[in-house]
Each structure stands twice: as C-alpha cells, then as structure tokens.
C-alpha cells in the first residue's frame, strides 16, 4: 500500500504543465526515483553479463606460409566458426565490433596424403594457438572446419601469345583500314601446373561492338574462368588494342596511263580493249589520290602469251586496293611508240 502511495505521488506533478527545470526543482522524491531506476538496471547489466555463456562466433581466416614450389588449386575457407565460452561482456564485444580480427593459420602445418596432391590442416591440433589469438577471457570450445582440405600442384610459368577476342560489326560503307592489333601480343603468367600445361594461347575479354563508324584505341583485360581467376597471374594485366576504321569510297579512273617494260626500243604495248581502273580504299586517302601519278606497267618479260599479259598497277597506297583486279589480264599489241 505504501509503495503505491509513493508511485501515485508523482503523478499530479507529472500532470502539470511544467518545463524540465522546474520538475526537477521542485521533485525531489522524482531525481530519488531515477537514480534508483538507473543503479537498478546498472547492477541488473552487470550481473546479467557477468555470467558466462556459450556463443558461436564466425571470424575470418588469414592464411600465411604458403608452399613456394606449389599452387593451391582449390579454394580454401575464408570464414571460421568458434564456440566459445566467455562473459556476456566479453561476447558482447565481439558482436559489435565492425571487423574481427583474422584467425592466423599457418600453411608450414600442413600435412600431405598418400596422394601427393592431397594436403591438410588439422585445426584441432593447433587449437592452443587459436585460443591464444582469441585472448584469455574467451575459452575455446569447438571449431568448425576442423580439418581444412588443400588441392596441390606444381608450379609453372610459362610466355603464351594472346589472343584478340572480338565481335565487330562495321557500319555501312565502314572498312578497316589495316589489321586489328593488340599490345603486347604475348603474356607471362604464372600459375598450376594442371591449368597451363596444355594452354596453348590466352583469350582476352570477348569485345562486342555494333555500327562501329570510328577507330578505336583502348584497353581490355584477359578472360580468366571464375574457378582459376584467384590461381593465375599475368604480366602484364591490361592489354591495348586498335581498331583503324574509316569510311570507304569507290574511285574509277578510264583509260589509265599504261607504261611498257622490257619491250623492244621504240615499241610499246597497246590494249585491244579499253580499260576501266576502280579503286576502294579509305575516303581520306581516295580524296588525296593524284590520278596523273597512277598508272599501269605491262612487263614484255612476264607476259603470259604472246598476245596476252598482265598489268601490274602502281602509285597506290596500301590501304587502297584494285577492285576489278581481273580485268587486269588483257590482250594487247606492240605498237611503236
């Protein structure tokens, strides 16, 4: 009874319009109730997690001393759970806190099968040195793996060419104006045995473009399958690559300038048909053809027959090529010049 007198006491000052200041003030018996409140929920913290109790913790793995002459193929656990035993102080701290320090395994204790490519761990056995990195407030009960299982094979390195994976597809009147080059076209890569034996070249990332109406000079990565990408390095890591494009146009000249070769003095071939030359090339270079300083050789020394020979053109750039390069294969006269 006298402790529900004491409650209800406070009730019609809490009622009353009043600012913090003034209940404070005037409600002596309201700062006694707090602070009891407050000692109350402090002492009932401190006993509550004072005890002790049993949790689950999932810390990472750091691993160190891995074998030189070897590679690990499978993937190794990067998550290790620990039953402990410890304070709900100690537990709770753990809990909040944003990162957990790594458990530290040590790869010098490893231990190899009969099979020689078959290795493990026993976390078990080094249990003293993970309870010593978790700290003396925290009694280690089980770990989960206890076993860890490794996959071994011999390391290789080895130079392979590097092959340009693409899927281009020009816009129209689009031509590429020489060939698609990559730089460096051979690779240094290190890694197991099993993988890079039977390599025989290493692809790029597989580049797709449509329309392409512009060269293109860039970078791009080599492809690595996502169960070797962690076992495999390279050297180097990016790659460049050209794409020389440009519009092409069509350019005809009739009757072109024919010179004779290797015929007798005075003589010179004339052809019993008139010749048509087309060329197709790049619109920059076909706008800067001088068509006087392109003209046509027939060589009295290759010809096929006595009547028919085959004219070789000159004065082109590379990047412009003959279209109607049969209808270079003519019948002709020697005629004097």
């Known amino acids: 009874m006298k402790k529900r007198q004491f409650l209800w006491s406070f009730v019609p000052t809490l009622t009353k319009p009043s600012n913090t200041y003034t209940l404070l003030r005037f409600n002596p018996r309201f700062i006694t109730f707090l602070i009891c409140l407050g000692l109350s929920c402090l002492f009932w913290f401190v006993a509550t997690f004072g005890k002790f109790y049993n949790s689950t913790l999932r810390f990472p793995i750091e691993y160190r001393n891995f074998p030189e002459s070897k590679v690990i193929v499978n993937r190794l656990p990067n998550k290790l759970a620990v039953d402990i035993e410890a304070t709900g102080f100690s537990i709770l701290w753990y809990k909040f806190k944003s990162v957990l320090q790594p458990i530290v395994v040590d790869l010098k204790e490893m231990k190899t099968t009969a099979v020689e490519e078959n290795a493990y761990v026993t976390l078990l056995t080094n249990s003293e040195s993970i309870a010593g990195q978790l700290g003396t407030s925290i009694k280690l009960i089980k770990i989960s793996p206890d076993t860890i299982r490794i996959r071994l094979s011999k390391k290789m390195e080895k130079d392979l060419p590097v092959k340009f994976v693409h899927h281009i597809e020009l816009a129209t009147g689009f031509e590429f104006t020489d060939s698609i080059r990559i730089s460096p076209d051979v690779v240094h890569v290190k890694g197991p045995e099993s993988l890079l034996k039977n390599l025989q070249f290493f692809p790029t990332q597989d580049l797709k473009i449509k329309h392409l109406d512009e060269p293109k000079a860039r970078e791009i990565g080599l492809y690595l399958a996502e169960d070797s990408l962690h076992l495999i390095q390279t050297n180097p890591v990016v790659f460049k690559y050209n794409l020389p494009v440009s519009k092409f146009a069509k350019l005809v000249i009739a009757q072109p300038q024919i010179k004779g070769l290797n015929f007798a003095t005075g003589w010179g071939p004339s052809l019993v048909n008139p010749l048509t030359l087309e060329l197709y090339g790049p619109v920059s270079m076909i706008n800067q053809l001088d068509k006087t300083k392109i003209y046509l050789v027939a060589d009295f020394a290759k010809r096929l027959n006595k009547r028919r020979i085959k004219l070789e053109v ?24």
């Open 314 to 337: 000159v004065g082109l750039p590379n990047s412009v090529q003959v279209l109607n390069k049969n209808n270079l294969i003519v019948d002709f006269n020697s005629v004097m010049q």
